[in-house]
């Protein structure tokens, strides 16, 4: 079965420096995601992207955080400057259109990040 | 704006017996209502995706229903296994785009031998 696929599987920052978190979603799919999970929290939706541009967003997603899809098969989350509470997994994930707007979500293994 | 409830945090079960979980939603029902499973340290899996008009779905030993007049859906793990135990996550859309999957704070299910 075809897979997201992410990069890093872990990164270490220091608060204030910038991070690039990458993911390769699915070929066929339209839709692209990114949520993290505090450990020990719940998955927390962050930014919805479609047709090269940003379908929704949470208040998490402020203007330290961007995403883009560079080429026809990576999509990025760029974190301006860290912060201590950005430490998180950070989760990528991508949706096929079943119809009747009915969205099944394939998650990528999640990068872990750490600022220190 | 949408809230899901996962009633237990925690829930153990004994092999073999049927796991039934729980997840509310507090405002509009839903076009549809997805269940997935996390294990520690990964992402979650989708599991089942059952429709406002499908009052119950099935897969394998898995089974979901949704009572949109509860605003609720109950999953079941029938003959359940250690194997099953994992975090178990209700996830709904919000807002009319159904571009946000937003997910409940899952409950821990651990199968005991």
């Known amino acids: 079965e075809p897979e997201v696929t992410q990069t890093p599987s872990h990164q270490v920052t220091q608060m204030g420096q910038e991070v690039i978190l990458r993911c390769v979603p699915i070929?066929?799919?339209?839709?692209f995601y990114w949520y993290r999970q505090i450990l020990g929290q719940k998955v927390e939706f962050l930014v919805s992207?479609?047709?090269?541009?940003?379908?929704?967003k949470s208040e998490i997603f402020d203007d330290q955080f961007s995403v883009e899809r560079p080429d026809g098969s990576n999509f990025t989350l760029k974190i301006r400057s860290t912060k201590l509470e950005d430490s998180a997994m950070y989760f990528c994930?991508?949706?096929?259109?079943?119809?009747?707007?009915?969205?099944?979500?394939?998650f990528g293994p999640g990068t872990r990040l750490t600022v220190t | 704006s949408q809230k899901i409830e996962q009633n237990s945090e925690a829930l153990n079960i004994q092999e073999g017996k049927t796991a039934t979980l729980t997840c509310n939603y507090t405002n509009y029902s839903p076009a549809y209502l997805q269940w997935y499973r996390q294990d520690p340290g990964r992402g979650p899996v989708f599991l089942l995706l059952?429709?406002?008009?499908?009052k119950e779905k099935r897969k394998e030993r898995l089974k979901v229903t949704f009572d949109t007049t509860l605003k609720q859906s109950l999953f079941h793990i029938t003959a359940s296994q250690p194997a099953d135990s994992a975090t178990y996550l209700c996830?709904?859309?919000?807002?009319?785009?159904?571009?946000?999957?937003?997910f409940g704070s899952g409950t821990r299910l651990s199968i005991r031998p």
């Open positions: 070929s066929n799919h339209l839709y």
């Open positions: 994930a991508s949706s096929e259109f079943i119809g009747s707007g009915s969205l099944r979500g394939y």
């Open positions: 059952i429709r406002e008009n499908e």
């Open positions: 992207f479609y047709n090269n541009e940003i379908s929704e």
């Open positions: 996830a709904l859309d919000e807002g009319s785009s159904a571009s946000k999957i937003i």
